[in-house]
């Protein structure tokens, strides 16, 4: 059964004492195939989706290295979530089935450490799936706005990783 009820609305305190609603910051790694070309359908289609998601293209989702993952939550993402092709489809044969492995490792490093491995998360997409794109930057924001800032993150304080601008 769904959670139905509202978002739960996370306050943070700034430097200057003052308390601002949280926003995530979420890092999105995707392939330079059907991962970005998705993100390009949603801009072509006008579908709108949240402005929390900075992208990070890469060659191919095998290339997601744990690393990467480690490093954007260390550099203050909130969030993280990888977009490759579909599962059979991927451009490099089967990048995307390493990237799941390495995601779902990464998952498990997170849990260890005890910033908790549903921060991280990975979608599989074909280019024309746009309005699939834009839901996955909704509920990923929604899911992490629940689970309120990243403890790595300085008080406060938002740091993009990757700050390319959308397609
Ligand atoms: Fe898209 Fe490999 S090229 S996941």
């Known amino acids: 059964m769904s959670d139905t009820s509202p978002p739960k609305r996370i306050e943070i305190a700034r430097d200057d004492g003052r308390d601002v609603e949280f926003e995530p910051c979420i890092t999105v790694f995707t392939c ?18 949240p402005p929390n998601i900075h992208l990070v293209r890469l060659p191919c989702t095998g290339k997601t ?23 059979g489809n991927c451009h490099h044969v089967r990048g995307n089935e390493r990237g799941k492995a390495r995601v779902e490792h990464a998952k498990k490093l997170l849990d260890a450490i005890g910033l908790g491995g549903e921060r991280l998360e990975m979608f599989f997409v074909s ?19 629940k689970l309120g800032p990243n403890p790595l993150r300085a008080k406060g304080t938002r740091v993009a990783v990757g700050d390319e601008s959308k397609p």
Do not use: N, P, Q, W
């Open 127 to 145: 280019g024309g799936m746009g309005a699939t794109f834009a839901r996955y930057a909704e509920e990923m924001t929604e899911r992490i706005r």
């Open 65 to 87: 290295d744990v690393l990467y993952i480690l490093k954007a939550f260390e550099e203050g993402a909130d969030g993280v979530y990888v977009v490759g092709c579909s599962l």
């Open 32 to 49: 330079i195939y059907c991962g970005y070309t998705s993100a390009d359908t949603a801009g072509a289609l006008r579908l709108s989706y």
